[in-house]
């Protein structure tokens, strides 16, 4: 089955720039969507199609997807940001989920 | 704009199935074009797809829990079920419905999400 693998955690600092990588087998020939879910609420759509922001998302959020590695990035952190972060694709008709990755604003 | 809202029993005793319901407000479940799909979350653990079906009523399913899950939607009441079987304490979770918009060749993701119902599988 396919699988998509995240780093469990990440910090950044406020202002800075954060990275939260996806990796999964020739995942840049599928489409990548990122959630992220803070505590005690559902998952929120931030990108999709690899580079795609829902309406309502800002702009310091970003995705790229090439080769094995999918990436959102996220501009000029701030402290909301703080959330677990999922990424998304799906292979043969059944969706996968990454594992999530704990973002820490410090 | 559409929302989704889950329902059902809290607590399920091992081995018996689980039932839950997913209702759409704000628009026709058979309207557009969407997938219906249900993933849960353990406490402290990550998403986990449990599967979805078609406006048409075809499902796919995650393969690991194929053999317990069924999906169906109900078009005449707006909603959608999980149903899945045999329990165990393992399937304690919350669990989640949310739409996917369908397109042959883009992708849109799950783009509205319930608020999410917590179960819990205990005698």
């Known amino acids: 089955s396919y699988e998509l693998t995240q780093p469990p955690s990440v910090s950044v600092s406020p202002g800075q720039t954060a990275s939260i990588t996806c990796s999964g087998d020739k995942l840049g020939d599928r489409y990548a969507s990122w959630y992220h879910q803070k505590p005690g609420q559902s998952p929120v759509l931030v990108i999709y199609?690899?580079?795609k922001r829902p309406s309502g998302i800002p702009e310091r959020f970003s995705g790229s997807n090439s080769g094995n590695t999918a990436t959102l990035t996220i501009s000029g952190t701030q402290a909301m940001d703080e959330a677990d972060y999922y990424c998304q694709a799906w292979d043969s008709s059944t969706v996968v989920f990454g594992g999530g990755t704990k973002l820490t604003v410090l | 704009q559409v929302q989704l809202q889950e329902s059902g029993p809290g607590l399920v005793k091992p081995s018996q199935t689980l039932s839950l319901s997913c209702t759409v407000s704000?628009?026709?479940?058979?309207?557009?074009?969407?997938?219906w799909s249900w993933i849960r979350q353990p406490a402290g653990k990550g998403l986990e797809w449990i599967g979805r079906?078609?406006?048409?009523?075809?499902?796919n399913y995650n393969p690991s829990l194929k053999s317990r899950v069924t999906i169906s939607v109900d078009t005449s009441n707006n909603h959608f079920s999980l149903q899945l079987s045999s329990v165990t304490a393992a399937d304690t979770a919350v669990y989640f419905c949310?739409?996917?918009?369908?397109?042959?060749?883009?992708?849109?993701?799950?783009?509205?999400w319930g608020q999410g119902t917590t179960v819990t599988v205990s005698s």
């Open positions: 704000g628009g026709s479940i058979s309207s557009g074009s969407y997938y």
């Open positions: 199609q690899d580079t």
């Open positions: 079906v078609y406006t048409s009523g075809s499902t």
């Open positions: 949310a739409r996917e918009p369908y397109s042959l060749v883009d992708y849109f993701g799950m783009d509205v």
